[in-house]
């Protein structure tokens, strides 16, 4: 026992000293797509090389190292999450508008069917220990479980609060943010029901999540400008670290030991190194596009992926529209690559 404790502090100090020695994170490459329609998550796969973007009713397909528009897959009305189920040759989206999951081929990207979910469908997370995909609802505060093999709807959880972003210890257990209650909800994904509930005092309405599944830590990121560190068996806050403002992702490096959070409203990309399974330092901030908010991390090219767009002034206020949001400038939308 102590020599594999052991072993493992020696591995977290290798990745601890990674960055240091390999260079700092900057902006990569940057490339504009364009098209209307905002967004919100995006997708790696890695194998495939593919990047898979929400795009309003559609998604943008593009190659992973050029950049590249290589399709679409149209009629995801209100599409805000894209799951890659690759063992089983399927992608799933999450049609906000629709209550729906379209469930497509991953090398044709041609629809093969489609799967009802509960009301306005967000984050959609695919469990390798189970091949059940986990279509969270934002606005009926349940989760659609989705069989990956046949497309059939295995059951649905009700989560009692507002769901975010999930993530799984491949093991059988999936993790979830409520924003609205402050809270990770841990699911049983065989059984389908709720396991445990956390509160994360002092982090306030967390959306981003990853995990460390070796070190059993989950990485919330918080709208109060901090990242929770939740040990992922007692749901106990472990520490916070202090991140930018407008969040609205996560992504753990397992390899490197490092967690990047992206910070929307300051346009940064805060990465926090991993020293231990308790104690966590920021090692760098990078200047990013105000409005990347959302990230996917390619675990081959230790890369990660953000969009962005430019956006107008906003409109005045109106009875209609009491807080209205700024235009995007048409064409501006774009994808970054950070790394080093």
């Given at each position: 026992?102590?020599?594999?404790?052991?072993?493992?502090?020696?591995?977290?100090?290798?990745?601890?000293?990674?960055?240091?020695?390999?260079?700092?994170?900057?902006?990569?490459?940057?490339?504009?797509?364009?098209?209307?329609?905002?967004?919100?998550?995006?997708?790696?796969?890695?194998?495939?090389?593919?990047?898979?973007?929400?795009?309003?009713?559609?998604?943008?397909?593009?190659?992973?190292?050029?950049?590249?528009?290589?399709?679409?897959?149209?009629?995801?009305?209100?599409?805000?999450?894209?799951?890659?189920?690759?063992?089983?040759?399927?992608?799933?989206?999450?049609?906000?508008?629709?209550?729906?999951?379209?469930?497509?081929?991953?090398?044709?990207?041609?629809?093969?069917?489609?799967?009802?979910?509960?009301?306005?469908?967000?984050?959609?997370?695919?469990?390798?220990?189970?091949?059940?995909?986990?279509?969270?609802?934002?606005?009926?505060?349940?989760?659609?479980?989705?069989?990956?093999?046949?497309?059939?709807?295995?059951?649905?959880?009700?989560?009692?609060?507002?769901?975010?972003?999930?993530?799984?210890?491949?093991?059988?257990?999936?993790?979830?943010?409520?924003?609205?209650?402050?809270?990770?909800?841990?699911?049983?994904?065989?059984?389908?029901?709720?396991?445990?509930?956390?509160?994360?005092?002092?982090?306030?309405?967390?959306?981003?999540?990853?995990?460390?599944?070796?070190?059993?830590?989950?990485?919330?990121?918080?709208?109060?400008?901090?990242?929770?560190?939740?040990?992922?068996?007692?749901?106990?806050?472990?520490?916070?670290?202090?991140?930018?403002?407008?969040?609205?992702?996560?992504?753990?490096?397992?390899?490197?030991?490092?967690?990047?959070?992206?910070?929307?409203?300051?346009?940064?990309?805060?990465?926090?190194?991993?020293?231990?399974?308790?104690?966590?330092?920021?090692?760098?901030?990078?200047?990013?596009?105000?409005?990347?908010?959302?990230?996917?991390?390619?675990?081959?090219?230790?890369?990660?992926?953000?969009?962005?767009?430019?956006f107008g002034a906003a409109p005045s206020p109106s009875t209609e529209q009491p807080r209205p949001r700024p235009p995007m400038v048409p064409g501006s939308f774009e994808v970054l690559v950070v790394g080093r």
């Open positions: 026992m102590k020599r594999t404790l052991a072993f493992g502090f020696v591995l977290i100090a290798a990745a601890a000293s990674a960055l240091s020695a390999g260079g700092e994170y900057k902006v990569l490459k940057r490339a504009t797509l364009g098209g209307e329609g905002g967004w919100d998550l995006l997708t790696v796969d890695p194998g495939a090389r593919r990047l898979y973007l929400s795009r309003s009713t559609r998604v943008m397909v593009v190659d992973a190292d050029t950049l590249k528009p290589v399709g679409e897959i149209p009629g995801t009305s209100g599409v805000h999450g894209i799951a890659v189920a690759a063992g089983e040759g399927r992608g799933f989206t999450t049609n906000g508008r629709a209550n729906a999951s379209t469930i497509f081929d991953l090398q044709t990207l041609k629809p093969v069917g489609e799967a009802k979910t509960g009301e306005n469908p967000d984050e959609v997370h695919y469990d390798p220990a189970t091949h059940r995909v986990f279509a969270f609802n934002g606005r009926s505060g349940d989760v659609t479980v989705i069989d990956a093999k046949d497309g059939k709807v295995a059951g649905t959880i009700a989560l009692g609060g507002k769901p975010e972003l999930a993530a799984s210890d491949g093991k059988g257990t999936v993790f979830v943010n409520l924003e609205d209650k402050g809270e990770i909800v841990a699911l049983d994904a065989r059984d389908l029901k709720v396991k445990a509930r956390w509160p994360l005092a002092p982090c306030q309405e967390p959306t981003g999540l990853a995990l460390d599944a070796a070190h059993r830590r989950l990485f919330a990121a918080c709208d109060n400008k901090m990242m929770a560190v939740v040990d992922a068996d007692s749901g106990k806050v472990v520490t916070t670290v202090p991140i930018g403002e407008g969040p609205d992702g996560a992504a753990f490096d397992a390899e490197r030991g490092l967690v990047f959070i992206p910070n929307g409203r300051d346009g940064t990309l805060t990465i926090v190194r991993e020293v231990s399974p308790d104690k966590y330092e920021v090692a760098q901030t990078v200047e990013t596009a105000r409005s990347a908010r959302t990230i996917a991390l390619d675990p081959k090219s230790h890369d990660v992926y953000l969009v962005a767009a430019r």
